[in-house]
């Protein structure tokens, strides 16, 4: 008499950008959900906690095309596969589109977009041979909309979701099922390195009163210095990664999910509202924009 099959090796997640906030919190729910999880970041350094924890942990440059293979083959030879990738490597670039060097653009699409396309190309392959996968990518309400100072953060969160609806059609045959997840505003170290790129220092900047009032606007939701309307909804990372397992686990996941409830409602409203309607009933009245008699 035979004995039992063996039992299904659990499902293996690679998990991008697990030094902080959304990535350290995902990579720790999915762990505790029973998965195989494969917590990567730039630093290894930062992913002792993950390690401590029962995860793996991995180096992984995603603008860095050896370092994204060798993490996907390491993750291959050790576990057979990844079956779910989790996109959330990521920063935002804050600066006007007139200001903002086109190096620093390339440095963002380079990490947000290219980023994410190379760990997709390097998974798929496995994916369809196996007959099936998950991709998460982690995208944003600004891929819906866009705001002054945040135009080329949106622009690459535009992009991914662009990405995310034609990788949604064009895997289904095989199995992988894509979903995007957008957050609005969440405190995490993510929220201090926008802060840190605004050019308040530039004097000779036309737009310099409006990056001051920037810089205060951001500052009250990430550090509530005082009490705004984007700070009192703000959202845990964790709130988050309780998403991503969900989209994870969910037998038919939608093709994306809002996360708090100003991405419900502003998402909702950028849908319905002419854009003149939206951008003055909206974006002037809740964000800082620049004005003719900012001081220059």
């Known amino acids: ?4 099959p063996p039992a299904a090796r659990p499902a293996v997640a690679l998990v991008t950008g697990c030094s902080s906030g959304i ?3 995902t990579a720790a729910r999915l762990h505790r959900a029973g998965l195989r999880v494969v917590a990567t ?11 401590r924890a029962g995860m793996d942990t991995l180096p992984l440059d995603v603008t860095d095309a050896a370092s994204a293979e060798a993490a996907v083959e390491a993750t291959t030879a050790r576990h057979g596969g990844v079956d779910v990738l989790v996109n959330n490597a990521g ?3 804050s600066g006007t589109v007139e200001e903002t060097e086109l190096e620093r653009v390339r440095e963002q699409f380079e990490t947000n977009v290219l980023g994410l396309v190379r760990l997709t190309q ?3 392959p496995g994916m369809r041979r196996r007959g099936g996968g998950r991709i998460v990518n982690v995208s944003s309400i600004f891929g819906r909309y866009a705001v002054p100072g945040g135009g080329l953060y949106a622009a690459s969160k535009h992009a991914v979701e662009a990405l995310s609806d034609a990788l949604r059609l064009e895997t289904a045959a095989f199995g992988v099922r894509v979903v ?5 505003p969440v405190r995490t170290p993510w929220g201090q390195g926008f802060l840190d790129q605004l050019p308040t220092g530039r004097a000779d900047s036309p737009y310099r009163g409006f990056h001051e009032r920037a810089a205060e606007y951001y500052g009250a939701i990430y550090h509530r210095s005082r009490r705004s309307l984007a700070g009192a909804f703000a959202i845990e990372p964790e709130r988050v990664a309780a998403v991503v397992e969900r989209a994870v686990r969910a037998r038919r996941p939608r093709a994306r999910y809002p996360v708090g ?3 419900s409602s502003t998402l909702a409203l950028r849908r319905l509202a002419p854009d003149g309607v939206f951008d003055h009933a ?4 809740q964000f800082p924009v620049p004005r003719p008699d900012d001081p220059r």
């Open 282 to 285: 909206f974006v002037r009245r």
């Open 261 to 263: 409830f100003l991405a």
């Open 1 to 4: 008499m035979s004995g039992p």
């Open 41 to 51: 970041a730039r630093k290894p350094e930062t992913l002792e906690e993950a390690a």
């Open 180 to 184: 995007a997840v957008a957050p609005g």
């Open 91 to 93: 920063y935002g670039l």
């Open 23 to 25: 990535g350290r919190a």
């Open 122 to 124: 390097l998974v798929l």
